[in-house]
């Protein structure tokens, strides 16, 4: 397919000094002080999610342009684009060691890929619509997948066959996504569910209802497996202590009613809730108090995803086709 | 004073603190030992404060009530990092990661061609199945689909902390799966040696070690089976592979094996004699199950284990209940006897399990036993628990230990503390978290806790062993002329050296001298002023039975009441949770299938009964219902459905075919009224399933009123008629039945089912001054198998009736024996409704009943090409639910 890669030569926005070694404050910071570090122009259509790598090194960017592209995480420096997918990419996700990515895309197929050689394994096939979501599991030896087609799917890697196929959402998956351990699996639809699966027998564990059923755009285990993030399109964000169902936070200011946002756990200074925004801006709350205590400008169109680096204080952040742009913050918090 | 006794427990402690399992599995108990090492002058702080003779309840593997931390306060800080340790796990991880992986590592040895490059990952595109029959396609899809799912939960389980559990559980479910599968089938020959060789040549590698350690589960529970599942590929593979493959299926692996070699436990002081007291008459035909004979193998490190078998004469045929359990006491009793007079000086132990413990009970009221040592003891009965004032079990002399489980149908650890308080002798109490009444704990134990069964088991037998040296280390005290501890004998306690919890010790009651073995060998143990022998029954106030002074007499009587109460509460159990025996297989495959379901209501718990006919009378509503023609026609219903039904479905038809309460007569028994009801020996032909049916059917019409009897047929030719034709299924004569018009369709091909005679009860045979009643209540189980194997694999009813469910069954009898011995004014259950309903569109299901309650798991080698026995060993809700229904039997 025609089309210009400007990635090669990223345009690097801001001038970047070395990659901040942040130093960890003992006592937790009132704010953070994030600020605009690179912007990573590369993508020729809407930037659909972005993700470090676990060790921190890249970040793979995924695009309605049916291209992912890997970054360096800390100078931003285009490494290489993976191609194949006939249509869109909506999500892409990280093996544990860092060395294969799993993409989603329209063309009904995720697609799993050697990082370091850019090459793609496997192709797996079974979803009958959109796939719009995956994530690997810790041990990155299964894959899961949500799709519009209303099922989420559990893949084997070494073999790419599909090993299990949950249906209990009336309505497109918004996100899938493991526990710590591998043992729960997350997934959240438009259906305004959110259901908590054993990773292993694939039964149902849990459902976790809001009261007024907005859809679920987002959901997320915290890093420690035991809480869950979901964001639903009636602009909130909620954390949920998922044993007992009780909603224990809510984050709001932002506008979220139309996109599936990616919002992120920010735990590697202060503790904090990232999330994109239909207002192109990036939100910083506060974990605990709830508080905005940031909003990072700079995109010019919806913000999309915004992914925090597992080490560093960085944010990644991305926007959709006006924009077109990843954007690297910093902090020193 | 108390430094020396002090130390030396510390090291008794510390010792086990090294070894014990028990110690290394629960930390929480050792914890609380630790405050009485340093303050052995403190009470515990869960002693009773009523019962002296009470020991504070251990609790093995109860997982602590969470404390609900009052409402989170939203502002308080939420920790989304810290990920909570996972607890290390009990067995030795390295050890059991390599027993885990063994099937992997030999996978190789299956193939039959082990030079060919290993099918590919996408092996399942090359398949080639053309030629393939529709069951061989259906076959190998269903077990594709089993090997599909524990690949799934390997993956997903790999490196959890506590893999080897979590994929022994899995491993345990894929082999369920497959068995079902093959069930499916009936174990067709042919069919599984060519499901064998086909998965060998195709699976991949990875696939094909999770079939292997399917099978490997398997060969454990069905050797046979499998064994001839594996014919084919031997002779393929040649003698090496043949014989690696069987050293790899030997055993299945266990992920607790390394723990459990290095904690053997050790032999008890004074080398007593084990005495275990069967749950129920014994027959050839039916081999003690699985665990029973596991416990018993447990048990014999402990010291020299004698069964008790009760063997019924006549294969059993014309025995009551009360005369069986009179056998089963008098068995053991009389062995007891023979083991004092042959060895005075052994200590006695008598263990049992479920019914088998309250045997034990009830023979150490009479005779002298050092302790006895109750496994699921059954304690609640329709009126509630145990312990009226008239139970016999009171007047224990005897130290004994209750090992419950939590989630146990029979029992309530609640319950079970308000019993101890009223018994006089020494008891301890043994909850084990999550098990069942054969103290097997459930899937979700075992994943939450990383548990296996063996480990329990290992820790439930340490529970043992720590009782029992107390109590034998005590009673050798007394009998040897140097105390062993100056402390102890300052206090005039014997102190236990080898206990570590001596706070615990119970003060010795003075009234009760301990009377040592050696010197009143056949005495009891109490210092009752009457024998215990009649004590037993003439002692409640409620009986006024003229006292037989005959043991035997009062034995029976004994075991009446001794099964009483266990039974009625078996009863109202089942009002509260409405047993059900879901299937659970999928409904697609459930053609050969049944449900059974078995409701028993009780209402009127007691009334009084006169000694006239007109007044009240115990009436036992039989009603059979199926599901399928509830209108209760005679018509055939759902044999033609079940081609290959097998002839071990026999008595789940027979239960599903006898329609609707229609048919069935409310049968009110008389009580003066001499009724000797004994059926007709009626005739079922050959081997067909429907026409025992049918003869079911015609012989409830037969048994309803209007029959013979004026008026009222008795309750007891009910059940006559309901288990006759189980009976009569065993005896194989053909001819005619008696069903008027109802041939049975002719039986599958394969459905030729062995029947064998079983245990029959007859119960009744009660003599009273007054009037003679004499009840025949015959109980029969079919027992059939594959027409290959005659081998037989006991159905659910026969395991009803080894499971104490017999007696259960019976409970009604004692009733009724009191009824009649006494004019007036005893306990009896007036209103009994047995509810059978079956869903005739599934064929048989009665094992999953047998299986999930009976505490008989299948022997290994029977076979029962049914897909009901598996949920053997996991005691999920399915078995627990299961369990009320068998106890309502």
Redesign the interface.
């Known amino acids: 397919a025609g089309r210009e890669r400007k990635g090669p030569e990223t345009n690097i926005a801001a001038q970047s000094t070395h990659p901040s070694s942040a130093n960890h404050s003992k006592e937790a910071p009132e704010k953070p002080n994030y600020a605009l570090k690179l912007t990573l122009v590369g993508h020729t259509a809407a930037v659909s999610s972005v993700k470090f790598s676990p060790n921190g090194k890249w970040l793979a960017s995924s695009s309605a342009d049916k291209l992912i592209i890997i970054w360096g995480a800390y100078d931003g420096k285009y490494e290489k684009t993976l191609y194949g997918h006939n249509l869109e990419i909506s999500d892409v996700a990280w093996s544990s060691d860092s060395s294969l990515l799993v993409s989603a895309s329209d063309d009904k197929t995720l697609k799993i890929w050697d990082v370091r050689y850019g090459k793609r394994l496997k192709t797996l096939r079974g979803h009958r619509n959109y796939v719009f979501c995956c994530n690997f ?3 990155s ?2 894959i899961i997948s949500g799709s519009f087609d209303e099922s989420v799917k ?1 893949w ?1 890697v ?4 599909c ?2 196929t949950l249906s209990a959402h009336s309505d497109p998956i918004s996100a899938v996504q493991f526990n ?4 729960l699996i997350v997934s959240g639809s438009y259906d305004g569910l959110c259901r908590i699966w054993d ?4 039964q149902c564990l849990k459902t976790l209802i809001d009261d007024d059923n907005p859809p679920v755009s987002f959901v997320k285990f ?6 869950i993030l979901t964001a639903t399109l009636n602009n909130t964000l909620k ?1 949920w ?1 998922y044993s007992r169902g ?1 909603c ?2 809510t984050y709001t200011g932002h506008k979220n009613e139309k996109y599936c946002i990616f919002s992120s ?1 920010s ?1 590697t200074g202060g ?1 904090w809730i990232v999330s994109g925004s239909e207002d192109n801006l990036v939100y910083i709350w506060n ?3 709830k508080e905005i205590v940031q909003k990072l400008q700079g995109h010019t169109d919806v913000v999309i995803s915004a992914a925090c680096h597992p080490t560093e204080n960085i944010i990644a952040s991305a926007a959709l086709e006006n924009d077109k742009t990843i954007k690297l913050w910093m902090s020193n918090y | 004073m108390a430094h020396r006794g002090g130390e030396r427990d510390f090291q008794t402690s510390a010792r086990r603190m090294g070894t014990s399992l028990l110690f290394q599995l629960s930390v929480h108990e050792r914890e609380l030992d630790l405050v009485f090492l340093d303050h052995s002058y403190a009470k515990p702080w869960s002693a009773h404060p009523d019962a002296s003779s009470a020991r504070p309840t251990r609790m093995l593997f109860v997982t602590p009530r969470r404390q609900h931390e009052n409402t ?1 306060e ?2 308080v ?8 340790s ?1 607890p290390v796990p009990l067995y030795d991880n390295q050890k059991a990661r390599s027993v885990m992986n063994e099937c992997e590592r030999h996978v190789i040895f299956a193939r039959t061609d082990a030079d060919a490059p290993p099918p590919p ?2 092996w ?1 595109e090359h398949v080639n199945r053309t030629g393939w029959t529709m069951a061989q396609n259906k076959l190998f899809n269903k077990i594709l689909k089993a090997l ?2 524990d ?3 390997r ?6 902390c506590n893999e080897p559990v ?1 994929r022994r559980v ?1 491993v345990d ?1 894929c082999a369920r799966r497959v068995r079902q599968a093959l069930a499916s089938v009936s174990w067709d020959t042919k069919l599984i040696q060519w499901l064998h060789t086909t998965l060998v040549e195709t699976l ?1 590698l990875p696939m094909l070690a999770a079939y292997l350690d399917a099978l490997q589960t398997l060969k454990g529970k069905i050797p046979t089976l499998i064994d001839r599942m594996l014919v084919s590929s031997n002779t393929k593979t040649g003698a090496a592979g043949a014989e690696a493959l069987s050293l790899l299926l030997k055993r299945p692996w266990d992920p607790a094996v390394g723990v459990l070699s290095h904690n053997k436990p050790s032999k008890l002081p004074g080398s007593p004699l084990i005495l275990i007291a069967s749950s129920g008459p014994s027959s050839s035909a039916f081999p003690t199950s699985r665990r029973h004979r596991f416990w018993q193998s447990q048990l014999s490190c402990l010291g020299k284990v004698i069964p008790v078998a009760t063997h019924l004469l006549n294969n059993g045929s014309g025995v009551g209940l009360l005369q069986c359990l009179e056998h089963m006491i008098g068995a053991v009793r009389s062995k007891v006897l023979e083991i004092h007079s042959h060895f005075p000086h052994k200590p006695i132990i008598l263990i049992g399990w479920n019914t088998g413990a309250l045997v034990a009970c009830q023979v150490s009221v009479m005779e002298y036993v050092t302790a006895v040592v109750c496994l699921g003891f059954p304690l609640l009965t329709v009126d509630g628990p145990r312990g009226d004032v008239d139970d016999p079990l009171l007047d224990m002399k005897t130290p004994v230990l209750f090992v419950i489980g939590q989630n146990s149908l029979q029992c309530h650890p609640e319950a079970m503390e308000d019993f101890r308080e009223k018994i006089r002798a020494e008891n301890s109490l043994v909850v084990v978290g999550g098990a069942d009444d054969n103290l097997r704990i459930s899937k979700a134990k075992k994943k939450s806790e990383g548990l296996t069964q063996s480990m329990v088991d290992r820790c439930i037998q340490d529970e043992i062993v720590d009782f029992l040296t107390g109590v034998l280390t005590r009673s050798e005290g007394h009998v040897g002329s140097e105390p062993r501890d100056q402390d102890a004998e300052k206090k005039k306690k014997p102190r236990d050296v080898a206990r570590r919890d001596l706070a615990f010790e119970v003060p010795e009651r003075g009234s009760r001298p301990a009377s040592p073995a050696a010197k009143l060998p056949a005495s009891p143990s109490g210092s009752e002023d009457f024998s215990s022998v009649s004590s037993s029954p003439t002692s409640s106030p409620k009986t006024k039975v003229t006292t037989v002074t005959s043991a035997q007499k009062s034995s029976q009587i004994g075991s009446s009441q001794l099964l009483k109460r266990h039974v009625q509460r078996a009863e109202a159990m089942l009002t509260h949770k409405q047993a059900q025996v879901p299937i659970s297989s999928e409904p697609a495959e459930e053609a050969e299938k049944e449900e059974l379901r078995v409701q028993l209501k009780r209402h009127h718990p007691s009334s009084p009964l006169p000694g006239s006919k007109t007044s009240k009378r115990p009436k036992i509503k039989v009603s059979l219902i199926s599901q399928g023609d509830t209108a209760g026609g005679p018509c055939v219903a759902s044999q033609g459905g079940a081609p290959d039904a097998a002839g071990g479905k026999a008595i789940a038809v027979t239960l599903g075919q006898a329609s609707a309460g229609g048919l069935l007569p409310t049968a009110r028994s008389s009580a003066s009224e001499g009724v000797a009801a004994s059926p007709a020996p009626s005739v079922v032909s050959g081997s067909t399933t429907p026409s025992t049916l049918h003869t079911l059917q015609s012989r409830l019409v037969a048994t309803s009123p209007g029959g013979s009897l004026p008026g009222a047929t008795s309750a007891s030719s009910l059940l006559q008629g309901l288990s006759f034709s189980l009976q009569d299924i065993s005896s194989k004569s053909s001819g005619s039945s008696g069903n008027p018009g109802l041939p049975g369709p002719g039986p599958a091909p394969q459905a030729a089912s062995v029947k064998l005679p079983t245990p029959m009860q007859s119960l009744g045979a009660i003599t009273t001054g007054t009037s003679t009643i004499v009840r025949t209540i015959p109980v029969a189980t079919t027992l059939s198998s594959l027409g290959a194997t005659p081998g037989g694999k006991p159905t659910a009813i026969h395991q009803l009736l080894t499971n104490g469910g017999l007696a259960k069954l019976a409970s009604s009898l004692p009733g009724l024996a009191q009824i009649s011995n006494q004019a007036s004014g005893l306990k009896v259950p007036t209103t009994i409704t047995l509810t059978l309903r079956g869903q005739p569109s599934r064929i048989t299901t009665l094992s999953p009943m047998g299986s999930g309650a009976a505490p008989s798991e299948e022997a290994t080698s029977q076979v029962l090409p049914s897909s009901s026995q598996f949920s053997e060993e996991e005691p999920t809700d399915l078995g627990v639910s299961t369990h009320g229904t068998v106890g309502a039997l």
């Open positions: 599991n810790p041990s030896n299964l559990i084997e070494k073999t790419g066959k090993l299990k710590c351990n591998g043992s990773a292993a027998s694939g915290s890093p420690n497996g035991k809480y954390l202590d009780r224990l936070k756990f735990v503790k974990l605990q108090t | 989170i939203s502002d800080p939420i920790d989304v990092e810290t990920v909570t996972t990952e996408d399942e599909q799912s690949r799934l939960a993956l997903a389980n790999e490196g959890a979590l899995a479910k991949s």
